[in-house]
Nanobody
Framework: EVQLVESGGGWVQPGGSLRLSCAAS????????MSWVRQAPGKGLDWVSS????????SYADSVRRRFTISRDAMENTLYLDMRNLKPEDTGVYYC?????RGKGTLVTVSS
């Protein structure tokens, strides 16, 4: 059974950093294209970042480029999102997903 479990969210002041994790089971992250998406309060889902199944290519939304980094760890079978210089507009529930599954999300709140 495929499962995705996000963690690492929390409250942080503007300019701060967080690392989100997505522990996967039932498949291998190192050969699967995966993404992070987020949902701001009262809004729809927005794509944040993706990593190609090969791991060689990553892509980012303009709003997070040069601030966020997507990565994965084959041994831990975990996807990560390193976020720095966080802004209030980064607030939302962050989900990791494959083409067929999505986790339950982790809440990130950026405020002073």
């Amino acid at each position: 059974e495929v499962q995705l479990v996000e963690s690492g969210g929390g409250w942080v002041q503007p300019g701060g950093s967080l690392r989100l994790s997505c522990a996967a089971s039932g498949f291998t992250v190192s050969n699967t294209e995966m993404s992070w998406v987020r949902q701001a309060p009262g809004k729809g889902l927005d794509w944040v970042s993706s990593i190609h199944s090969s791991g060689r290519f990553t892509s980012y939304a303009d709003s997070v480029r040069r601030r966020f980094t997507i990565s994965r760890d084959a041994m831990e079978n975990t996807l990560y999102l390193d976020m720095r210089n966080l802004k209030p507009e980064d607030t939302g529930v962050y989900y990791c997903e494959t083409s067929t599954h999505r986790g339950k999300g982790t809440l990130v709140t950026v405020s002073s």
